[in-house]
T-cell receptor
Framework: DTEVTQTPKHLVMGMTNKKSLKCEQHMGHRAMYWYKQKAKKPPELMFVYSYEKLSINESVPSRFSPECPNSSLLNLHLHALQPEDSALYLC???????????????FGPGTRLLVL | DQQVKQNSPSLSVQEGRISILNCDYTNSMFDYFLWYKKYPAEGPTFLISISSIKDKNEDGRFTVFLNKSAKHLSLHIVPSQPGDSAVYFCAASPKPNAGNMLTFGGGTRLMVKP
């Protein structure tokens, strides 16, 4: 099983709203990732959590706030977004070889976000 | 500076023939390479990977070749099927450990004609 689930599938929000994206995996992976993808572009890394600790923040604006409540869950809290933040937000997870995994990142289906 | 490049934005192939997608990289620290397939508005689906200690990895209709001296990898799909039509991304990382960054190429749109 290589399933990563994301909710919601679609989200429309105003620039003053606060919303959250959720990601879940039950593969026992200890690294989880948030990516942003614009049309016709490759995914861009936003955040990496390794063993529930934030290990990489790719200079993402503070209006995006990640949270890793436990090893299976990853949230992305959104506040005061701009229209240019509209994109497909992807979650991924992986397990490193030292823990018996392959290191391959497996992606969820994404949340399509529209900021009005 | 793009460390992973897919120079062909699109490729059109007849059903049943071979599809060859190419990818070049510049960073000598890359140790692990992956191919993902992506349909519109969906997440990338992992297809196949190869580590730098190998030069070929095969999984069904998909084969990935790695030429380390040329810093080049390719994905071969044989035979191509209409359902293979999608955008294909190659990706690379220094080593396949948790919390490591993937660097993606720009993608190649494959169209397989019936």
């Amino acid at each position: 099983d290589t399933e990563v689930t994301q909710t919601p599938k679609h989200l429309v929000m105003g620039m003053t709203n606060k919303k959250s994206l959720k990601c879940e995996q039950h593969m026992g992976h200890r690294a989880m990732y948030w990516y942003k993808q614009k049309a016709k572009k490759p995914p861009e890394l936003m955040f990496v959590y390794s063993y529930e600790k934030l290990s990489i923040n790719e200079s993402v604006p503070s209006r995006f706030s990640p949270e890793c409540p436990n090893s299976s869950l990853l949230n992305l809290h959104l506040h005061a977004l701009q229209p240019e933040d509209s994109a497909l937000y992807l979650c991924a997870s992986s397990q490193d070889q030292s823990s018996g995994g392959s290191g391959t990142q497996y992606f969820g289906p994404g949340t399509r976000l529209l900021v009005l | 500076d793009q460390q992973v490049k897919q120079n062909s934005p699109s490729l059109s192939v007849q059903e049943g023939r071979i599809s060859i997608l190419n990818c070049d990289y510049t960073n000598s620290m890359f140790d692990y390479f992956l191919w993902y397939k992506k349909y519109p508005a969906e997440g990338p689906t992992f297809l196949i990977s190869i580590s730098s200690i190998k030069d070929k990895n095969e999984d069904g209709r998909f084969t990935v070749f790695l030429n380390k001296s040329a810093k080049h990898l390719s994905l071969h799909i044989v035979p191509s099927q209409p359902g293979d039509s999608a955008v294909y991304f190659c990706a690379a990382s220094p080593k396949p450990n948790a919390g490591n960054m993937l660097t993606f190429g720009g993608g190649t749109r494959l169209m397989v004609k019936p």
